[in-house]
């Protein structure tokens, strides 16, 4: 059987939208709740089993591999003050079996992947887009099992999608789908942020990928095109030879690459929080009559 193994997440954008905060603190490090949100991502991938995670990080990224290390003195202070429920919460920090690599040239999504290359070869992975917190509800199936097991019972590359109306199949890649059995559909073509009249179908991807074992060498032979590399033109490839699927995600998608998306994140974590969530609903119904 196949088994996925490897990750790659690439998180290693400016955030320039988030200025000034990301001058010191890199965007993966910004917090919802008290979490960075790239722990949140490496997080999902425990639904899969995977083991190797490979994040490609910005020059200047320390306080991330800091995050995911080792902190003896904190630690062995939160065990000998008897804190256990805060020592197992730093502990889940260190549980990951991360790799770190740069990317010296912002040179696109697919630049940021073939960073990775060195530790990934011509092994499938899954991709996560270090900007997009995926949450399962009660009676979800986590996004990335539904794409680990479409990959190991097919063999073939599998997106996440989500469907969007209107103005916002401009802001996704967009797929045309040939057939659906299941609620898995096989994908015909890709068109990266059409207008309105050139999108396929309604469905957009979201940042949640698993990517078979050639597609690392498609990358590596793609010419750029305004200095960057598209994943989308390996994907494309792909489609075109009927080797690539889509599923629509469930649960609750968090775009933390927007100053919206991460206030939203933030209060609906709030709200699902044990220690502040009761709190938070009350403070937001009293807010929400104040407003009009
Ligand atoms: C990237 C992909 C796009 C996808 C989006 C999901 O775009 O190129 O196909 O729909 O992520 O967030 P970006 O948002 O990085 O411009």
New binding site residues.
Partial sequence: MRKLKKAVIPAAGLGTRFLPITKAIPKPMLSVLDKPTIQYIAEELSSVGIEEIVIVVSPDSDVILKHFGENKALSDRLLADGKDKLYKIEETTRKFNIRFVEQKVPNG?AGAILCAEPYIGNEPFALL?G??LIYAGEGDKPCMKRLAEIYESTGKSVIATMEVFGDDVS????IGIKEEVDGVMTVNA?V??PSINEALSNN????RYVLSGEVMGMLKSLKPRNNEI???DALDELAANDKLLASCFEGERY?V?DKFGYIRANVEFALMSEEIGEETAKYIKELAKKLK
């Fill in positions: 999504l887009l900007d997009e802001k996704y890649g967009n890709i990266e942020k957009a991807i979201i940042g598209y994943l989308t775009d690459g």
